[in-house]
């Protein structure tokens, strides 16, 4: 975090922490593409993010608070990536951005589903699937079974690409 900051303005501190695009990227690919690992949030980024940002970003979440580090028990030389409180919190904030797109922006079908489902789900869809972020990056069981978001978010996208593959090869 700056340590001097431009203003005590909420709107401002918080976009010193998440307010480039390639941070609220980052935090998107953890929270609904589950990558923890340096790796993955670098090769399967489909904006491209180069290593350098990629490091910088996560160091810059890291200080913040948004995310924590360790070691991977699978791998000795891995690190896996996880989002605390902190970061779960901001999930909010990327379904308003995600809203906001989908009413304003040329959005593709295959990446509007997900946004829309979260739009349509409202506050008690997002507090499900803060949930299952808390079980899965803080190791806090889920306080309800159930369908699962992410997977109900899964299943949407992949149905989508599966029908664009279909009408494409149907078109040629």
Not at 28 to 34: I, N, T, V, W
Not at 104 to 111: I, K, L, S
């Amino acid at each position: 975090m700056n340590a001097n900051p431009r203003s005590g303005c909420p709107i401002n501190l918080t976009l010193e922490v998440v307010g480039d695009a390639w941070s609220l990227l980052v935090l998107r690919d953890m929270m609904f593409g589950g990558r923890r690992h340096f790796r993955e949030l670098l090769l399967k980024s489909q904006e491209g993010i180069s290593s350098n940002i990629l490091a910088d970003r996560l160091k810059t979440l890291l200080a913040v608070g948004v995310l924590t580090k360790a070691d991977d028990p699978s791998h000795k030389q891995k690190a896996i990536y996880s989002l605390t409180e902190k970061g779960i919190q901001l999930l909010p904030v990327l379904a308003q951005l995600s809203s906001w797109g989908l009413r304003f922006q040329p959005v593709t079908p295959d990446m509007a589903v997900r946004a829309q489902i979260l739009q349509d789900g409202g506050q008690p869809l997002l507090d499900d699937f803060m949930d299952e972020l808390r079980e899965s990056h803080l190791g806090i069981p889920r306080p309800q079974d159930g369908p699962r978001v992410v997977a109900r978010l899964r299943a949407a996208y992949e149905e989508v690409v599966a029908q664009q593959a279909a009408e494409t090869r149907a078109a040629s």
